[in-house]
């Protein structure tokens, strides 16, 4: 195994360049090493002014994405070894405005989220002494969708993002089916308009991305599909007992 | 809060996005195969006009089944609607949830309740149920059609 | 940003997917039989007076006429959202939806008047 | 440009997000934002695995609970502000559950609860391995619905600013994306920016705990309380550094030198059993644990690799089943960052640097000595946690101390007049600053190499165990890298998501905070939880029954004085653990 790897690495400097150019770097190639040490180790001996965000490298705080050989990946959690004798593409999240090297614009998303509305939503009021009683199964119900850690895989990965900039994408819809899927919650009506919007659940044709993208095994393009059927089965509903819905 | 960022980079999708990856591309063919699904209705309400029509038509549309391109059309036609069954039915587990109720939760075996996560039925067993439809509507079909003509 | 929610959607969607099924199930072995066994000559093709009769089945005509109708709508609808995404061209919108939804209605009526001729 | 609110809370974790909900909650007059240089979401709350302490379960008491504290913390803590917090805390963590955080549950559905190390009973609520991330998220998300919260996403704060009358009106930040600097003034300010961790070289604290806030604090005159102490925890993954959660010893994990021999019976932890016992061997204090690695390193019974010796964790009795369902983040990073199974195999770990005992000196209010200053979370040191936190506890303490840091806040900014203009001065001469070294040119070492050797002279002064002349040299060594520091190089002058600029920044912070760490523990002879003196052995209760206070004086160096520990119903006695 050779002891280094050339990482070709993504620069966009606003201030000089109209647009993207890529910087090499040849970095140490070690067993233990991620994306995310090679980077670190341009930063600190070799050019200071790459930019691009990082923190726990752990894999759960999510600002790390970026995409690796053309695929979105956490850069703390993608080893080195895995491509070489390389050299490694490290180029920003697609889909999102690049504000400078790897770091892209999330705000959009930061916009929408608060649109489905990811709180408990109670019509009844508290119990205010004690828990909210909740079975392990009660919780199953929704516990994959709530392990997103927003680290805008999905989004990167999801072509229909790319194309239509307003589909609410795979992580807020994800994340709104973590709320309507929880026995706490009664919030469900109140997600109804913005999920069943067409930029909302029907913008998705299931490519499938979003859940093959994600590092956390949160499965957004079943959330998507199953809230299809789900608001279906209640337009259904609403035509054959006008009276009755909602 | 948010300043603008006008000198942000937009990364403009290229127009051909579903040529660049493997999984896009087989995406974008998966989606393609609707045009064969119009195809194949097409193609049986040609051959129902032509039964309508009389045994002459028939023939006629026999003979034309049986040129090259239109052999050729409909070898490419079937492999795309056997793609698309085939995805569509692996895929069908993930829109249905289907839950096992609780009283027969009671009733099965407890080797059999292990097996089913959450209570719910597992994605495999749906999919395999898909498979067996597809068999059964299959033989009826094709039964039905090649018994007729004997 | 946000435009009026169209009611129809999830009902288009409902149909698409059972469009879908149905094509999944039927049409495979439809094309198998017609399209390139029988072409081939390894099987003759069923006689005309036997077909017929299949055809002309009450029943028969009420299950190819679901068939037809339900795949063109998935047709239409699928494709509807291929030419949308594939091509990038959102503000054709309504003339893509247009031409797919109306095409599936044409052959809606095709379909029904093929079966009621038999 | 100027923006004005009511409160500002510097930092978007924890504790932050928990001021903010209180603020909006209890006052929906007040305009709040939170300043934060990363998403919240982003805060090194989401890193917290193990659980948060709170007792609910039946045969428990408040009781049992503050007395186990204040032993862990050998008695440290203000024993008010621990009846307070210990009392508080099941209140805040069922306030959690009904906003849709995740804990899990027993098969009726009530909340489980965990056993964690120097705790006599189970009282750990846990979300699986995962307890900070859902924590965190839940706050997160329950935020977006409170309108009068407003975001400062990835905004840098640099400056307190002061008024005339030494009240805090505001502070100096800069947004990364656009380098735009503002002015953001308020009648109040909450830090809670988490701790200092990075100041270390191995950590399991993440690139952003820099910090920040205890040094804003530090060089507006505020002071540091119990900078000495320092938590290592015992079981963090060589070379990253990251944590192996304490719950995988509370579940019946194993710690085994080279021989597989369990060696904390040596340590005067207990005898093993096979089962984990309260309060015993693996369920002992972290502290304890992390000395007796220093001990069994000194006697050759580690394990060479080439990031230094190691000892090693085994899970493998517990089986794939309970490691799956109650630890799956630790299989996950085991298998990801070490490519070891622990269903299998043996997990190497060492002690790691994890968190500040000591912080802003605030008092049960979450109120500095600063008019209009408070702090909440790691940042904060009340303190509860004394000399040696429990697992567990920070937590809770985030939630309990960042909602009434919240509250003393919102009151002090409703009941004060607004900022007058009269810190514009201030505020120009900082904007200058940043201006300055953002456009330095003549710089001549790296940032990385200063950072480097801040974080081995702390390594080398500051570790598990320390005597004078290590705490000398250390203290030598930090004089000269602040000089050096002080003309560290900037290659980047870009006015965009310039992340050299905030390096240079929390390079500075990190060497204020290094030096009061290293001063605080030169001053303190004497042997205490966290705080061991190899030249001072014994713990000192006639001295030393005191909180140091470290404060900077205006030729930046750091003065240390003492506050008497507040002690109401638990006098001073031996910390036993395994009997």
């Known amino acids: 195994m050779a002891d280094t790897i050339t990482l070709l690495v993504t620069r966009y400097r606003p201030d000089t360049e109209a647009e993207p150019t890529v910087a090499e770097y040849e970095v140490p190639l070690r067993k233990d090493w991620a994306v995310l040490d090679g980077l670190n180790h341009v930063k600190d001996q070799l050019d200071g002014t790459l930019s691009y965000r990082w923190s726990c490298r752990m894999g759960i705080c999510g600002s790390c994405g970026m995409t690796v050989n053309g695929e979105p990946r956490l850069s703390c959690a993608t080893f080195l070894t895995e491509f070489a004798p390389g050299p490694v593409r490290v180029e920003p999240l697609a889909n999102f405005p690049i504000v400078r090297d790897l770091v892209v614009d999330i705000d959009d998303f930061l916009r929408k989220l608060p649109t489905v509305k990811p709180w408990i939503v109670r019509h009844v009021d508290w119990v205010e002494d004690g828990e909210y009683l909740q079975t392990p199964d009660e919780q199953s119900a929704y516990q994959q969708y709530s392990m997103c850690i927003n680290c805008m895989l999905c989004y990167s990965a999801c072509p229909v993002y790319g194309v239509d900039p307003d589909f609410l994408g795979p992580a807020a819809i994800a994340l709104a089916q973590r709320y309507n899927l929880d026995s706490r919650d009664h919030g469900a009506a109140d997600r109804l308009d913005v999920l069943v919007h067409p930029e909302g659940v029907w913008g998705c044709t299931f490519v499938g991305e979003c859940t093959r993208a994600c590092p956390k095994g949160v499965d957004p393009a079943g959330a998507i599909q199953r809230y299809k059927l789900t608001a279906a089965m209640r337009s259904v509903r609403a035509l054959l007992l006008p009276w009755g819905a909602r | 809060m948010t300043a603008t960022r006008a000198r942000a980079y937009r990364q403009a999708v290229p127009r051909l996005w579903w040529l660049r990856r493997r999984s896009y591309l087989l995406f974008m063919l998966r989606e393609l195969s609707c045009v064969f699904v119009a195809w194949a209705v097409l193609f049986l309400l040609l051959l129902l006009k032509a039964v309508g029509n009389g045994h002459v038509d028939y023939q006629r549309f026999l003979d034309w089944a049986a040129k090259p391109w239109v052999i050729a059309v409909n070898v490419l036609a079937l492999a795309f609607l056997v793609f698309h069954s085939v995805t569509w039915f692996n895929l069908a587990p993930k829109a249905m949830v289907v839950r096992v109720p609780k009283q027969m939760l009671a009733l099965a075996p407890k080797a059999i309740v292990r097996r089913l996560p959450e209570g719910r039925v597992p994605g495999w067993l749906i999919v395999a149920q898909n498979y067996v439809a597809w068999v059964f509507v299959a033989a009826i079909v094709a039964g039905l059609v090649m018994r007729s003509g004997s | ?118 | 440009m100027t923006a004005t609110h009511d409160v500002v809370l510097v930092g978007g974790g924890a504790a932050g997000l928990r001021a903010a909900i209180e603020i909006a909650e209890a006052r929906p007059e007040l305009s709040v934002a939170i300043v934060s240089k990363v998403y919240p979401m982003r805060s090194h709350t989401v890193s917290a695995e193990g659980g948060a302490a709170g007792v609910i379960a039946m045969g428990d008491t408040l009781d049992e609970h503050c007395l186990d504290t204040i032993a862990g913390g050998d008695w440290l803590s203000d024993q008010d502000a621990v009846e307070y917090f210990i009392g508080e805390a099941p209140k805040e963590l069922v306030r959690l559950e009904h906003w849709g955080c995740p804990w899990s549950r027993q098969t009726d559905g009530h909340i489980a609860v965990r056993s964690f190390g120097g705790m006599k009973k189970m009282r750990t609520w846990f979300a699986a391995d995962k307890t900070g991330f859902h924590l965190l998220h839940t706050l997160f998300q329950t935020s977006l619905k409170y309108p009068t919260i407003t975001r400062y996403d990835e905004w840098f704060v640099t400056r307190l600013l002061i008024d005339d009358d030494q009240r805090v009106c505001g502070v100096v930040a800069f947004q990364l994306a656009t380098g735009r600097i503002e002015t953001i003034e308020a009648k109040a300010v909450v830090l809670a920016t988490g701790g200092c961790g990075r100041v270390f070289p191995f950590t399991t604290n993440a690139n952003i705990s820099t910090g920040d806030g205890m040094a804003l604090a530090y060089r507006a005159l505020a002071p540091l309380k119990d900078m000495e102490f320092v938590q290592y925890h015992p079981t963090g993954l060589p070379f990253t550094g990251i944590l192996i959660t304490e719950a995988a010893r509370a579940e019946g994990g194993w710690m085994l030198n080279k021989d597989g021999y369990r060696y904390l019976q040596d340590y005067d932890l207990g005898t093993p059993s096979p089962t984990p016992v309260l309060k015993s061997m693996e369920l002992g204090p972290r502290d304890r644990l992390s000395q007796a690695f220093v001990h069994e390193v000194e006697r050759g019974r580690t394990i060479d690799t080439p990031y230094g010796p190691v000892v090693h964790l085994d899970l493998r009795h517990l089986g794939a089943e309970v490691i799956d369902a109650k630890l799956p983040f630790v299989r996950e990073l085991c298998l990801k960052y070490e490519n070891i199974d622990p269903v299998t195999e043996l997990i190497p770990v060492r002690p790691v640097v994890h968190y500040m005992m000591g912080g802003v000196s605030t008092d049960i209010n979450g109120a500095t000595p600063l008019r209009g200053l408070f702090a909440a979370g790691e940042t904060a040191c009340v303190s509860i946690n004394g000399a040696n936190r429990l697992g567990s506890n920070s937590l809770p303490e985030c939630l309990v101390f960042g909602a009434r840091a919240g509250r003393a806040a919102a009151e002090f900014a409703a009941s004060t007049r607004p900022p007058d203009g009269s810190t514009n001065t201030q505020a120009e001469d900082e904007r200058r600053r940043l201006e300055r070294l953002r456009s330095r040119t003549d710089g001549r070492d790296r940032i990385a190499d200063i950072r480097q050797q801040i974080q081995q002279a702390m390594e080398d002064g500051a570790g598990i165990y320390r005597d004078h002349e290590t705490l000398a040299k250390s203290a030598d060594t930090l004089g000269d890298l602040a000089e050096r520091a002080a003309t560290a190089r900037i290659d980047d002058h870009s006015d965009t998501f310039n992340t050299e600029l905030v390096a240079a920044l929390e390079l500075q912070n990190m060497l204020d905070l290094s030096q009061a760490i290293i001063a605080s523990a030169l001053q303190r002879t004497e042997s205490r939880g966290a705080h061991q003196r190899t030249d001072f052995p014994a713990r000192d209760d006639e001295q030393f029954l005191a909180h140091s206070l470290a404060w900077r004086e205006p030729d930046s160096t750091c003065r240390i004085d003492y506050q008497p520990v507040t002690i109401t119903r638990w006098p001073p006695g031996e910390r036993l653990y395994g009997r």
């Open chain 3, 1 to 118: 940003m946000r435009r009026r929610a169209r009611p129809i959607e999830p009902f288009l969607w409902l149909l698409f997917s059972a469009g879908g099924v149905l094509a999944a199930l039927f049409l495979p072995v439809v094309v198998l039989l017609f399209g390139v066994v029988y072409p081939l000559g390894g099987i003759g093709p069923p006689t005309y007076p036997g077909l017929h009769a299949l055809a002309a089945h009450a029943l028969t005509r009420v299950v190819i006429f679901i068939v037809c109708v339900l795949s063109l709508i998935h047709w239409a609808h699928r494709f509807r959202f291929t030419v949308l995404h594939g091509l990038q061209i959102g503000r054709l919108g309504r003339l893509v939806s247009v031409f797919c939804y109306g095409g599936a209605l044409v052959g809606s009526l095709a379909a029904l008047v093929v079966l009621v001729r038999i």
